[in-house]
């Protein structure tokens, strides 16, 4: 009986350590290089670097977004290698097409989801559960919207970013044929380059194959 005492207190602090309270264990800057050593497509590569003319407005770096805090310190947008090089050739097609992506968000620090759901009381119809992270967590989704090259504008879009309302879906029906056409070219350029839109946020898309990708613990400043 002792043994099995014994044997149950070192599970139990085994656990506290290698897991968190939602019993995840998200990989650390170290797990990170060690990951990336064994398979290069596990880096996460700095877009505004890696993306010609990519616009940056890094919401969760500002008070500007639905928690209204300052979540990153610095505002920058990474994605692993096959993400950045399949949204590489998305810009390139918008591009042809007189526009520009602007990214809003991208990879995401886990901590910043526990945050968003501890905050929106465990309602997960527009934030992930910490319970299997997000997508952003893992490297492969991507928040975003177009911009005119001419004139520097954003287009005309349902919503503004993280509006938690029904004109956020895609499916959405909208009056106004210039913002469809506009969320519609936004979602089939996407598609054509592997990335699936989210059904309740026009803004937000996954890369196919995201499943492959380990949900990360790790600050920007970690990454630089
Ligand atoms: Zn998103």
New binding site residues.
């Given amino acids: 009986m002792k043994l099995l005492l014994v044997v149950a207190v070192l599970q139990s602090a085994f656990f506290v350590h290698s897991q968190n309270k939602y019993g995840l264990h998200p990989t650390n800057i170290s797990g990170y290089r060690s990951s990336v050593q064994t398979n290069p497509e596990n880096e996460l590569v700095d877009l505004q670097e890696f993306i010609p003319g990519l616009v940056l407005d890094i919401r969760y770096a500002t008070k500007n977004n639905f928690t209204g805090e300052q979540i990153y310190r610095l505002p920058k947008a990474y994605a692993r290698k096959p993400v950045a090089l399949a949204l590489k050739k998305a810009q390139e097609e918008f591009k042809r097409l007189g526009y520009s992506i602007k990214i809003y ?1 991208a990879y995401r620090p886990y901590s910043a989801t526990v945050k968003f759901y501890e905050l929106m009381k465990g309602d997960t119809t527009y934030v992930a559960s910490p319970y299997h992270g ?3 967590n893992r490297g492969c ?3 975003m919207t177009l911009v005119d090259l001419k004139t520097g504008q954003e287009l005309s879009m349902p919503t503004t970013y993280d509006a938690m309302q029904k004109e956020s879906w895609p499916t959405a029906t909208i009056g106004n044929p210039v913002i469809v056409k506009n969320r519609d070219t936004l979602i089939a350029v996407m598609a054509e380059n592997s990335f699936k839109v ?1 059904p309740t ?1 026009w ?2 898309f996954d890369f196919t194959g995201w499943q492959k990708y380990e949900v990360m613990d790790i600050d920007f400043e970690e990454l630089r």
Avoid: M, Q, T
Wanted: zero cysteines.
């Fill in positions: 968000d997000s997508r952003h989704a991507i928040d989210y946020e803004w937000h």
